[in-house]
C-alpha cells in the first residue's frame, strides 16, 4: 500500500524565509541582510529591552503558577491594548464598543479575525493593497474569502496613488472588506496623512465597507499617539471596523507571540454577543493564548516607569532607523550617484522600497553578499554604523 503523502507536491518557499536561508548559507564575513522584518540594533542584534528584562525579571520571582488563560485572554493585557491603541480617554472604550482578545501576534489577530468575518460575511471579497505585506493575501484567502487588491503604490511618486486607491473604494461592493494599514506601509513605506484617512473613512461609509486595519508597527513612524491617527478618525466615525495589533516590533517579543484584535462596534449589548462569537472562533483554533508575553507587555504598559522606559527605548529603534534612512541617502550622494534618494527619508517605519531592479538586488547579492527582497524592499533597521558605508557602496556600484 502506499503513503497518503506519495503525491504531496512541495509547496513553495516563503520568499523571505528562503532569502534567511540562503544568508545563513553565505561565508562571506561583510554579509548582510536587508530582506528580515524585524529591528536590529547597532551591533546587529535583535535588542531584549530592558523594560522587558525588567518585568520579566519581577515575574520570574513572583514564580505565577501557570493556569489556562481566559479565552480572550486576560482583562489587564486586554485593557492594557485598549488604552495603548486607542487612548486612554478614548470614548469607544468607555461606551464599551471594543472587544479586544489576545491574539498570537499580528497574524494570529488577523487570522482570529478573518475567521471570524468569514461567519459574519461569508460572501465578502477582501481588498488589500498593491502591493501588501505578502501573508496578507495567503491569510484571508486560506480563511476561505477571493482576495482582490486596490491601487496603492505609485513608482512615480514613491507615494501613494491616492487618487487611484479612492477611485477603486468607490466601486466597491458593499459588504466588501478593506484592509488598510494603519502605518509605516509593508512593504513601501509610503502611508496616507490624516486628511486621506478622512477621505478613505467617507468612502467606506457610503458604500458600506467594512475595514480591517493592520496596525504592525505602531511608534515606528512618528510616535506612539501620532502613529494611530487612522484609528482616531476611524473612532470619531461612528463606523465598525476590525484592528489587529501587535508587540513583535515595538516590543521586540516576535517570537514570544504577542498581539491582539480590537473589533469595534455600535453598542456595549453587541460587544457583548460579539465576544461571545470570537471566544468560539479562538477555542476552536488553539483555546487561549499563552501567558508569558501578555503578562509582560501588561506589566510594562501599567507601570508609570517600565511604561517610560518603553517609551524611551522605542523611540531609540525608531530614531535609530531614521538615522538609517538619513545615512543611507548622504552616503549615496557622496559617492556620486545622481539618482534623487530623498525619498528614502520621507518612507516610514522599517521599509524601503528603493526602486532597485530584482536584477539589482541579484547583483548585490551575488557580488557583495546584500541580501534584499528581489522587489527591491530593503530594512533600514538592518543597517548599522559598521555596514552603512559597505552597503552604500554596493548599491553605488550597481546603480
Ligand atoms: N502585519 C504586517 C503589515 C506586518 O508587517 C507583520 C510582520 O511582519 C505582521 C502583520 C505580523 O506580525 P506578527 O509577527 O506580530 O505576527
Known sequence: ?????????????????????SFNADTRTTKVNLGVGVYFDDNGKIPLLGAVRAAEKTRLEAAPPRGYQPIEGTPAYNQGVQKLIFGADSALLADGR????QALGGTGAL????????????NATVYISDPSWENHR??????GFPVATYPYYDAATR??????????????????????HACCHNPTGADLDAAQWAEVIAAIRERNLV????????????????????????????????????????FSLYGERVGALSIVTATRDESARVLSQLKRVIRTNYSNPPTHGGAIVASVLASTELRQQWEDELAGMRLRIRAMRTGLVDKLAARGVAQDFSFVVRQRGMFSYTGLSAAQVERLKAEYGIYAVSTGRICLAALNTKNIDYVADAIAAVL
Open 138 to 143: 495567503a491569510l484571508f484567502e486560506a480563511a
Open 211 to 250: 475595514a480591517f486595519i493592520d496596525m504592525a508597527y505602531q511608534g515606528f513612524a512618528d510616535g506612539i499617539t501620532e502613529d494611530k491617527v487612522a484609528l482616531d478618525l476611524f473612532a470619531a466615525s461612528g463606523l465598525q471596523f476590525f484592528v489587529s495589533s501587535s508587540f513583535s516590533k515595538s
Open 98 to 101: 471594543v472587544v479586544t482578545a
Open 111 to 122: 487570522k482570529i479575525g478573518a475567521d471570524y468575518l468569514k461567519q459574519l460575511l461569508p
Open 159 to 180: 507615494g501613494v496613488d491616492f487618487a487611484a486607491m479612492k477611485a477603486c473604494l468607490a466601486t466597491l461592493t458593499p459588504g466588501s472588506i478593506v484592509l488598510l
Open 1 to 21: 500500500t502506499s503513503s497518503i503523502f506519495a503525491a504531496v507536491e512541495m509547496a513553495p518557499r516563503d520568499p523571505i524565509l528562503g532569502l534567511n536561508e
